[in-house]
């Protein structure tokens, strides 16, 4: 809550200060409405148990915010010229392999030792050879580019961009505006307001930061605008790269303070061997040679890259039309408060433009409903889980990087909804009760959009009021259908009917106009839009693992130390008799049930009835539709007293309430398994016997698109 | 996150070990319904847990004895089991043969061939299909030979080891994944390379800086006779090489122990006032001069942890036992020497110059890999060899009996007496025969066998972290906090001493080795009715009207009978085993 106030407070600031300035700004409609913010603030929801635990659990989470990018996929139209480049950047790695080479053996065998001598200086000749390589001097040309300067004492940087001027980058950082104001994926960034974690791993597409230059500048001349920018530089700065920076420095430049950003998060994922390049460059931009050399921002975490590879996210005309429309709605055009539904076929950018459009809307609101209807790439949970959010922070990273407790969460189990989509969608009705309906909301749906998957978007459509529909579709891709109001008009969905004339003229409500929603079309342009990523960190597996890694993540201690593998925890107990236990996704022997249960992931959800067995465990019937409030492992069952044994991340005063847990296709990843340090016993369910090469090993393979002889020419 | 070039990949599969594998095997074909059933339901949980990675195998087996289980039992008709045992054969015949299927169709009959399934299985699938429907007996005689095929083909040979196999051909792993390592691979090596220049730039910095140091020194006379602490530059530059080498280690010690850096050059030795020339050292008892250990001293200190002082150990006995130079040799040698004294005992701290801690790498005693070490050490024979293997003997946790060092030693300096001269400690006894460095291995490695059986402890990989932090440790506070939030409810935080790193996730203390030690006989069945949402009670924001809706079965034209409600209902009171 009072993140709220601070942000509303900040913003209301400004919004004072610099009404008639805001001129870049105005064209988005960003008018602080204040009257409604302070509405919002002033009445909290419904001011139920689980909501207020929620609520409580937040300022932890807080500050760990992202955005994140889009998939880059190498497209194979463009394979002549990457050809030319891969033998372009082979050439370079020999070269610098020989560099390596002769620095060593060169060494020894150096003729000027008087140098040496006179200042020790030339401690070996590669030393300086290094310096003078052709290498450098590209290197110190691209540096130009950025001007940034270290401060070594405390480890950060002090970037100053022009305005205009863009850094696409990969990796991590903790980006605070000195001076001036910056755009992160939507996001406007000014002084005087907090600091922000940005990520841009290789799993996206590459966070771009725009200065924006210095909005107050009115108010003063550009003189003193200058000498501001100045002292600020000089704050930060000792005297000696103090002097190399300040001739950049002008009024309407930004200055920025970059941080290194060291996370229980990112440590974790970084120990990893498989993951240790997750804030590193992707091998497209490795071949490009992409990377710009520059100290200062490489000792913070973050890689410049060149053109092309710095194009950072594409917005075709398109988007951006669409994302104005959206804006205005909020802004004051449209008379009723934008319900945003954002659909569109896989990988077409759905969940960038959603980060995008919350970024957006976060320059103008205290915060945004984000309704999650996608189990596969779900925003701010692992996998298999269906959320209501309110965001109050923007998204600067993928969702990985900003896990938060939801609001509201329904677990379903499995990442995908085919298998029942009856409780699908009445665990979005329960979610959807719970939306106040005061801010913006923002609805995010599946990449499923044919057969029945058209059929439930059309039912969410309908069934959340939705005002505005925005549907991506890749320029590439076979037309697929457009969800216009007239589509709607004749469509059944799954649980839904259009109205028909006869009921129009029955229901004695129904005189009242039937409102419609505005159909917004987004024609994605990006290179590899509607294909899903091949690259390491890009496949739906993988960025499910690293969801659920990160959730466990919040486990560790915030000191640096070792990572703990989850079995080193000292986990809770709770009786078999005082909590229910279900499988989600299949029928499972009641007798047998603790056989799936042990060592397996669970969503810990609260029943409203009370659970009380009679000993041995009490096993649910169906599934029932309940609130989540996180995930547990159970790491073991006690048969001898009755008890199992649960690590999670959820905090007690939430975990008291927690009586059923429920099992789903959602697993741990496997590392977790197999690697368990320290274990001493034989570890479970882990094997290195079993072979693929015997029939029948490996599970059900569907061959799409199986070709007939008969078709074949 | 998956699938790493190993030889043989550790994967997760539903079975806690083989004894449960083998018990649903044997049971699965005890021709006992009673077992039979057992094993069914326990391949139910099974599929709990491999979710859709059920093996197509243990999935056609459970479908077929589920119908030999129903035929047995005696309560179904002819026709109703022949409509179970077409759905079984119908699906095992397509699933079996689809992971041979390629790009264009290949008829079932072909792949089945291939798959040693006779033509008549494959026919009778598609009299389930397209023709009239078999008897009863040929479903019989189908399930049967199926069973039979699954037992040879899979049960039998699955977890028995026969095969080796190379896993990088496996059937699981498509081209996505080839890529991927290729992938893996570049990065690695583009990223190794940039590594070496980087650390190398550094540790030049680092070089140049204390050298500064070392002028400005020698210009004062050495008034004050001690290194300063690092200066701003200095601790920087500490800084970052502390972050690189958190990254990789192994390039940094890789590195570190090229010329230039910790084995010094002619030139380096000159400018810190260091006779290069070897006579003026003790080839038999290494020792490195004290100005250019003080040249070291605080980057070592910045990285001594337990991981790279181990790294830089064995990396230093690999470079030496690849015959170096004498003066790679002596210097390689002299920083063993430096380190093993750095954790030697205390009493034998006084052996040499009394060293203040203040100029020790580390203080605390390490527990290092002695075995390895012991390898490492007579595997790179050289003139200080000896002087090594003795600091090694004499430090050790637990020592070798007196007898075995006496010979190891003796070996030892026979071994290197080729460099020795007269010096060797122990007088060499006439009566041993001459031991190549082999049979002095094979010695060893008796001796160390002797000594695994004494003492349980084997070294701790280089790679895994030391474990003895990672248990977490709950203060009393934090305890009492937990529990105290969670009173009230059933939930407490597990007090018992049970030191749970040691316990794999699935694994409690006093666990039974046991495959039915999972099994309820008594549970309690939860009736939960979802919480129903009316679509009336949607809330509709700002006077929004959202669209007349209707549920279906309200028109009463083309809905189900049932609503989800009633089939939740429905479903409750359905018993399923």
Same mark, same amino acid.
């Given at each position: 809550?009072?993140?709220?106030?601070?942000?509303? +407070?900040?913003?209301?600031?400004?919004?004072?200060?610099?009404?008639?300035?805001?001129?870049?700004?105005?064209?988005?409609?960003?008018?602080?409405?204040?009257?409604?913010?302070?509405?919002?603030?002033?009445?909290?929801?419904?001011?139920?148990?689980?909501?207020?635990?929620?609520?409580?659990?937040?300022?932890?989470?807080?500050?760990?915010?992202?955005? =994140?990018?889009?998939?880059?996929?190498?497209?194979?139209?463009?394979?002549?010229?990457?050809?030319?480049?891969?033998?372009?950047?082979?050439?370079?790695?020999?070269?610098?392999?020989?560099?390596?080479?002769?620095?060593?053996?060169?060494?020894?065998?150096?003729?000027?030792?008087?140098?040496?001598?006179?200042?020790?200086?030339?401690?070996?000749?590669?030393?300086?050879?290094?310096?003078?390589?052709?290498?450098?001097?590209?290197?110190?040309?691209?540096?130009?580019? =950025?001007?940034?300067?270290?401060?070594?004492?405390?480890?950060?940087?002090?970037?100053?961009?022009?305005?205009?001027?863009?850094?696409?980058?990969?990796? &991590?950082?903790?980006?605070?505006?000195?001076?001036?104001?910056?755009?992160?994926?939507?996001?406007?960034?000014?002084?005087?307001?907090?600091?922000?974690?940005?990520?841009?791993?290789?799993?996206?597409?590459?966070?771009?930061?725009?200065?924006?230059?210095?909005?107050?500048?009115?108010?003063?001349?550009?003189?003193?605008?200058?000498?501001?920018?100045?002292?600020?530089?000089?704050?930060?700065?000792?005297?000696?790269?103090? &002097?190399?920076?300040?001739?950049?420095?002008?009024?309407?430049?930004?200055?920025?303070?970059?941080?290194?950003?060291?996370?229980?998060?990112?440590?974790?994922?970084?120990? @990893?061997?498989?993951?240790?390049?997750?804030?590193?460059?992707?091998?497209?931009?490795?071949?490009?040679?992409?990377?710009?050399?520059?100290?200062?921002?490489?000792?913070?975490?973050?890689?410049?890259?060149?053109?092309?590879?710095?194009?950072?996210?594409?917005?075709?005309?398109?988007?951006?039309?669409?994302?104005?429309?959206?804006?205005?709605?909020?802004?004051?055009? @449209?008379? *009723?408060?934008?319900?945003?539904?954002?659909?569109?076929?896989?990988?077409?950018?759905?969940?960038?433009?959603?980060?995008?459009?919350?970024? +957006?809307?976060?320059?103008?609101?205290?915060?945004?409903? =984000?309704?999650?209807?996608?189990?596969?790439?779900?925003?701010?949970?692992?996998?298999?889980?269906?959320?209501?959010?309110?965001? !109050?922070?923007?998204?600067?990273?993928?969702?990985?990087?900003?896990?938060?407790?939801?609001?509201?969460?329904?677990?379903?189990?499995?990442?995908?909804?085919?298998?029942?989509?009856?409780?699908?969608?009445?665990?979005?009705?329960?979610?959807?009760?719970?939306?106040?309906?005061?801010?913006?909301?923002?609805?995010? !749906?599946?990449?499923?959009?044919?057969?029945?998957?058209? &059929?439930?978007?059309?039912?969410?459509?309908?069934?959340?009021?939705?005002?505005?529909?925005?549907?991506?579709?890749?320029?590439?891709?076979?037309?697929?259908?457009?969800?216009?109001?007239?589509?709607?008009?004749?469509?059944?969905?799954?649980?839904?009917?259009?109205?028909?004339?006869?009921?129009?003229?029955?229901?004695?409500?129904?005189?009242?106009?039937?409102?419609?929603? #505005?159909?917004?079309?987004?024609?994605?342009?990006?290179?590899?839009?509607?294909?899903?990523?091949?690259?390491?960190?890009?496949?739906?597996?993988?960025?499910?693992?690293?969801?659920?890694?990160?959730?466990?993540?919040?486990?560790?201690?915030?000191?640096?130390?070792?990572?703990?593998?989850?079995?080193?925890?000292?986990?809770?107990?709770?009786?078999?008799?005082?909590?229910?236990?279900?499988?989600?996704?299949?029928? #499972?022997?009641?007798?047998?049930?603790?056989?799936?249960?042990?060592?397996?992931?669970?969503?810990?959800?609260?029943?409203?009835?009370?659970?009380?067995?009679?000993?041995?465990?009490?096993?649910?019937?169906?599934?029932?539709?309940?609130?989540?409030?996180?995930?547990?492992?159970?790491?073991?069952?006690?048969?001898?007293?009755?008890?199992?044994?649960?690590?999670?991340?959820?905090?007690?005063?939430?975990?008291?309430?927690?009586?059923?847990?429920?099992?789903?296709?959602?697993?741990?990843?496997?590392?977790?398994?197999?690697?368990?340090?320290?274990?001493?016993?034989?570890?479970?369910?882990?094997?290195?016997?079993?072979?693929?090469?015997?029939?029948?090993?490996?599970?059900?393979?569907?061959?799409?698109?199986?070709?007939?002889?008969?078709?074949?020419? | 996150?998956?699938?790493?070039?190993?030889?043989?990949?550790?994967?997760?599969?539903?079975?806690?070990?083989?004894?449960?594998?083998?018990?649903?095997?044997?049971?699965?074909?005890?021709?006992?319904?009673?077992?039979?059933?057992?094993?069914?339901?326990?391949?139910?949980?099974? &599929?709990?847990?491999?979710?859709?990675?059920?093996?197509?195998?243990?999935?056609?087996?459970?479908?077929?004895?589920?119908?030999?289980?129903?035929?047995?039992?005696?309560?179904?008709?002819?026709?109703?089991?022949?409509?179970?045992?077409?759905?079984?054969?119908?699906?095992?015949?397509?699933?079996?043969?689809?992971?041979?299927? !390629?790009?264009?169709?290949?008829?079932?009959?072909?792949?089945?061939?291939?798959?040693?399934?006779?033509?008549?299985?494959?026919?009778?699938?598609?009299?389930?299909?397209?023709?009239?429907?078999?008897?009863?007996?040929?479903?019989?005689?189908?399930?049967? @030979?199926?069973?039979?095929?699954?037992?040879?083909?899979?049960?039998?040979?699955?977890?028995?080891?026969?095969?080796?196999?190379?896993?990088?051909?496996?059937?699981?792993?498509?081209?996505?994944?080839?890529?991927?390592?290729?992938?893996?691979?570049?990065?690695?090596?583009?990223?190794?390379?940039?590594?070496?220049?980087?650390?190398?730039?550094?540790?030049?910095?680092?070089?140049?800086?204390?050298?500064?140091? =070392?002028?400005?020194?020698?210009?004062?006379?050495?008034?004050?006779?001690?290194?300063?602490?690092?200066?701003?530059?200095?601790?920087?530059?500490?800084?970052?090489?502390?972050?690189?080498?958190?990254?990789? *280690?192994?390039?940094?010690?890789?590195?570190?122990?090229?010329?230039?850096?910790?084995?010094?050059?002619?030139?380096?030795?000159?400018?810190?006032?260091?006779?290069? +020339?070897?006579?003026?050292?003790? #080839?038999?008892?290494?020792?490195?001069?004290?100005?250019?250990?003080? @040249?070291?001293?605080?980057?070592?200190?910045?990285?001594?942890?337990? #991981?790279?002082?181990?790294?830089?150990?064995?990396?230093?006995? !690999?470079?030496?036992?690849?015959?170096?130079?004498?003066?790679?040799?002596?210097?390689?040698?002299?920083?063993?020497?430096?380190?093993?004294?750095?954790?030697?005992?205390?009493?034998?701290?006084?052996?040499?110059?009394?060293?203040?801690?203040?100029?020790r790498i580390f203080v605390n005693r390490l527990a290092l890999a002695w075995q390895t070490l012991i390898s490492a050490c007579v595997n790179a024979p050289c003139p200080a060899t000896p002087f090594l293997l003795q600091q090694i003997l004499s430090d050790m946790d637990k020592p070798l009996p007196p007898d075995t060092q006496q010979n190891l030693l003796q070996l030892c300096s026979i071994y290197t007496q080729g460099y020795h001269g007269n010096s060797s400690p122990e007088p060499s006894d006439p009566a041993q025969p001459v031991y190549t460095l082999q049979s002095l291995q094979e010695r060893l490695k008796a001796s160390q066998n002797r000594d695994a059986h004494s003492s349980n402890h084997t070294p701790a990989s280089l790679q895994a972290p030391p474990t003895e932090e990672l248990q977490e440790k709950l203060s009393p506070e934090v305890l009492q906090e937990r529990n105290s939030a969670l009173r009230g409810s059933a939930w407490s935080v597990c007090t018992d001493k049970v030191p749970w790193k040691q316990y794999p996730l699935g694994k409690v203390p006093g666990q039974s080795e046991d495959t039915s030690c999972f099994m309820v006989e008594s549970y309690f069945t939860l009736n939960v009715f979802d919480q129903q949402v009316e679509l009336d009670q949607l809330p509709r924001h700002h006077g929004n009207r959202s669209v007349p809706l209707q549920s279906r079965g309200a028109t009463g034209s083309d809905g189900p009978l049932w609503t989800h409600n009633d089939l939740s209902k429905l479903k409750a009171g359905l018993k399923l085993f």
């Open positions: 809550m009072t993140m709220k106030v601070n942000k509303f +407070s900040s913003h209301a600031k400004h919004k004072q200060q610099n009404t008639s300035t805001h001129h870049r700004l105005t064209n988005r409609h960003k008018k602080c409405k204040l009257k409604k913010i302070s509405l919002l603030n002033a009445c909290p929801g419904p001011a139920k148990l689980e909501q207020h635990l929620t609520e409580k659990e937040k300022p932890r989470l807080k500050r760990l915010k992202k955005s =994140y990018a889009k998939p880059v996929t190498v497209n194979p139209e463009n394979s002549f010229s990457e050809e030319v480049k891969d033998k372009a950047a082979s050439g370079c790695f020999t070269r610098v392999h020989t560099n390596g080479d002769t620095e060593l053996e060169g060494s020894s065998n150096s003729e000027d030792s008087q140098e040496w001598n006179a200042y020790a200086n030339s401690v070996l000749q590669n030393g300086t050879e290094s310096l003078t390589s052709p290498d450098t001097d590209q290197v110190d040309k691209d540096g130009l580019q =950025y001007h940034a300067q270290l401060d070594h004492t405390q480890n950060r940087a002090v970037l100053v961009m022009q305005q205009d001027q863009t850094l696409c980058f990969r990796g &991590k950082c903790l980006l605070t505006c000195l001076y001036g104001s910056v755009e992160v994926l939507g996001f406007t960034i000014e002084e005087g307001q907090q600091p922000y974690q940005l990520f841009s791993p290789p799993s996206h597409c590459p966070l771009t930061i725009t200065a924006l230059g210095n909005n107050s500048s009115s108010n003063k001349n550009k003189k003193e605008g200058r000498l501001e920018a100045k002292a600020i530089v000089r704050k930060y700065l000792s005297l000696e790269p103090c &002097k190399r920076l300040i001739n950049e420095v002008d009024s309407n430049s930004c200055v920025m303070l970059l941080e290194p950003l060291d996370t229980p998060l990112t440590r974790l994922l970084t120990s @990893f061997t498989e993951l240790k390049e997750i804030f590193g460059i992707n091998l497209l931009e490795l071949r490009s040679q992409a990377a710009i050399h520059n100290p200062a921002l490489s000792v913070v975490g973050v890689k410049a890259l060149r053109q092309p590879c710095a194009q950072g996210l594409v917005m075709s005309h398109t988007y951006n039309e669409a994302l104005d429309r959206l804006l205005s709605a909020w802004a004051g055009e @449209f008379d *009723r408060c934008p319900i945003i539904l954002v659909c569109g076929a896989k990988n077409c950018g759905k969940s960038t433009f959603n980060r995008h459009l919350i970024n +957006s809307l976060l320059n103008q609101t205290a915060s945004v409903e =984000y309704l999650e209807c996608d189990l596969g790439q779900t925003e701010f949970t692992p996998a298999g889980c269906l959320s209501l959010n309110t965001v !109050t922070e923007p998204l600067l990273g993928p969702p990985f990087t900003h896990l938060r407790d939801p609001d509201h969460m329904v677990y379903y189990g499995q990442a995908e909804c085919q298998t029942d989509i009856d409780r699908y969608l009445e665990s979005l009705k329960s979610l959807w009760r719970h939306c106040s309906g005061e801010s913006p909301v923002v609805i995010n !749906t599946m990449g499923w959009i044919k057969g029945h998957g058209l &059929k439930i978007l059309i039912d969410l459509i309908r069934l959340l009021s939705v005002t505005h529909v925005v549907q991506l579709t890749c320029k590439d891709m076979p037309q697929c259908q457009l969800f216009t109001p007239d589509f709607l008009k004749t469509t059944h969905g799954w649980q839904t009917h259009p109205p028909t004339p006869s009921t129009l003229t029955e229901a004695p409500a129904s005189h009242l106009a039937v409102r419609s929603y #505005v159909f917004l079309n987004i024609i994605s342009e990006f290179e590899g839009a509607g294909k899903s990523g091949e690259m390491r960190f890009q496949r739906s597996n993988e960025l499910r693992d690293l969801s659920l890694l990160a959730y466990f993540s919040k486990m560790q201690s915030p000191e640096p130390g070792p990572m703990r593998p989850l079995h080193c925890f000292i986990p809770y107990q709770v009786p078999h008799s005082s909590v229910a236990i279900g499988v989600v996704h299949c029928e #499972v022997s009641p007798n047998h049930i603790l056989y799936t249960v042990n060592a397996s992931l669970v969503g810990l959800c609260c029943l409203s009835e009370k659970v009380a067995g009679t000993g041995g465990p009490v096993v649910l019937s169906q599934t029932p539709i309940c609130q989540c409030v996180g995930l547990g492992v159970i790491r073991g069952v006690d048969m001898a007293r009755g008890l199992y044994f649960l690590v999670t991340p959820v905090s007690p005063s939430v975990l008291k309430h927690v009586n059923c847990l429920l099992v789903g296709q959602i697993t741990l990843p496997i590392e977790q398994l197999t690697m368990q340090y320290g274990a001493e016993a034989e570890l479970p369910y882990v094997t290195s016997d079993y072979s693929f090469e015997v029939m029948g090993a490996g599970k059900i393979h569907i061959h799409k698109g199986l070709l007939r002889r008969c078709f074949i020419k | 996150m998956k699938g790493k070039p190993a030889k043989k990949t550790r994967r997760v599969v539903a079975w806690m070990n083989k004894a449960e594998y083998d018990h649903v095997f044997e049971h699965l074909y005890s021709r006992d319904h009673v077992l039979q059933k057992h094993a069914l339901h326990r391949i139910s949980a099974w &599929k709990g847990r491999f979710g859709q990675n059920t093996p197509v195998a243990v999935a056609s087996t459970a479908d077929l004895v589920r119908c030999q289980v129903l035929d047995n039992t005696g309560n179904l008709e002819a026709n109703d089991l022949v409509l179970l045992y077409g759905m079984a054969l119908v699906r095992f015949v397509n699933v079996i043969t689809e992971r041979k299927q !390629t790009k264009i169709a290949k008829p079932l009959r072909l792949l089945a061939r291939n798959l040693n399934i006779p033509e008549w299985v494959v026919n009778l699938r598609h009299d389930f299909t397209h023709n009239k429907l078999p008897s009863l007996k040929w479903c019989r005689k189908g399930c049967e @030979f199926v069973l039979d095929w699954l037992h040879k083909e899979y049960w039998s040979r699955q977890l028995g080891g026969q095969l080796t196999e190379d896993w990088n051909h496996s059937e699981e792993e498509d081209e996505e994944d080839c890529a991927k390592r290729q992938e893996e691979i570049l990065l690695c090596r583009k990223k190794e390379i940039e590594g070496h220049k980087k650390v190398r730039e550094l540790l030049i910095s680092y070089e140049r800086e204390q050298f500064q140091v =070392y002028e400005e020194l020698e210009e004062q006379e050495w008034q004050r006779g001690v290194w300063p602490d690092a200066s701003a530059d200095l601790s920087w530059i500490l800084t970052q090489i502390k972050h690189f080498a958190a990254d990789s *280690r192994e390039i940094l010690v890789d590195v570190l122990v090229q010329d230039g850096f910790l084995i010094p050059t002619a030139e380096q030795l000159e400018s810190l006032d260091i006779d290069p +020339s070897e006579d003026s050292v003790d #080839v038999f008892s290494p020792c490195l001069p004290r100005v250019f250990h003080q @040249f070291w001293l605080p980057l070592l200190k910045v990285l001594s942890s337990f #991981v790279f002082i181990n790294l830089i150990l064995d990396r230093l006995f !690999t470079e030496l036992s690849n015959e170096p130079s004498s003066h790679r040799a002596y210097y390689i040698a002299s920083w063993i020497s430096e380190i093993l004294l750095c954790n030697s005992r205390s009493e034998l701290k006084a052996h040499r110059q009394l060293k203040t801690s203040k100029e």
